[in-house]
């Protein structure tokens, strides 16, 4: 049973950093690229930031230079660290990975005010 369990999220003022975690159980975390995405009210869900097996990572134009994607292969963990935060950031953040399925987490609300 694979499981995605975001946490970290709340309320900041803008400027300000938050991390989020997501921690996933079963056995596909090491194997397989990792998603932040996030969903701000009466817009689409959008891929924030990726990172592969390796370590590889991209990110959206709109928070590169401040958001980093990291992840912990032994602690079957993926991280997001947001600096400089901007109301604009406001959003349910979800982490998402594939493996014959899409698998999502309930998803951690950010809140950014200005």
């Known amino acids: 049973q694979v499981q995605l369990v975001e946490s970290g999220g709340g309320l900041v003022q803008a400027g300000g950093s938050l991390r989020l975690s997501c921690a996933v159980s079963g056995s596909i975390f090491s194997g397989n690229t990792m998603y932040w995405y996030r969903q701000a009210p009466g817009k689409q869900r959008e891929l924030v930031a990726r990172?592969?097996?390796?370590?590889?990572?991209n990110y959206a134009d709109s928070v590169k230079g401040r958001f980093t994607i990291s992840r912990d292969n032994a602690k079957n963990t993926v991280y997001l660290q947001m600096n400089s935060l901007k109301p604009e950031d406001t959003a349910v953040y979800y982490c998402?990975?594939?493996?014959?399925?899409?698998?999502w987490g309930q998803g951690t609300q950010v809140t950014v005010s200005s």
């Open positions: 998402n990975t594939f493996s014959r399925r899409n698998y």
């Open positions: 990172i592969t097996t390796g370590g590889n990572t």
